[in-house]
Nanobody, 123 residues
């Protein structure tokens, strides 16, 4: 019902920057929150940053001051600007969104994930 497509991952040197994008499409009625998660090899998936429909933001302590999440509600798109990247930021980054999708006059909750994009920080 709702699909998320991510872009912007890649290989970057320590101290470099990357910008991730995630666009939601489908029968969207409203989106409550969008966020980025990451999972490194052998580790559990963790929340990196999230933004609500009211533009409240939440960051993992490990990325505060380096990463910035922003949202374009008109485009149903969320961005993650990542600066001062460190090797420990290497992971698969996945986008998540929750809200309501519509079918006729009916609305249903959704919680969708993107396919993930690899971010590798290495010299």
């Amino acid at each position: 019902q709702v699909q998320l497509v991510e872009s912007g991952g890649g290989l970057v040197q320590p101290g470099g920057s990357l910008r991730l994008s995630c666009a939601a499409s489908g029968r969207i009625f409203s989106i409550n929150a969008m966020g980025w998660y990451r999972q490194a090899p052998g580790k559990q998936r963790e929340l990196v940053a999230a933004v609500t429909s009211g533009d409240s933001t939440n960051y993992a302590d490990s990325v505060k001051g380096r990463f910035t999440i922003s949202r374009d509600s008109a485009k149903n798109t969320v961005y993650l600007q990542m600066n001062s990247l460190k090797p420990e930021d290497t992971a698969v980054y996945s986008c998540n969104a929750d809200g309501l999708w519509k079918s006729g006059s009916w609305k249903y909750p959704f919680n969708s994930w993107g396919q993930g994009t690899q971010v590798t920080v290495s010299s």
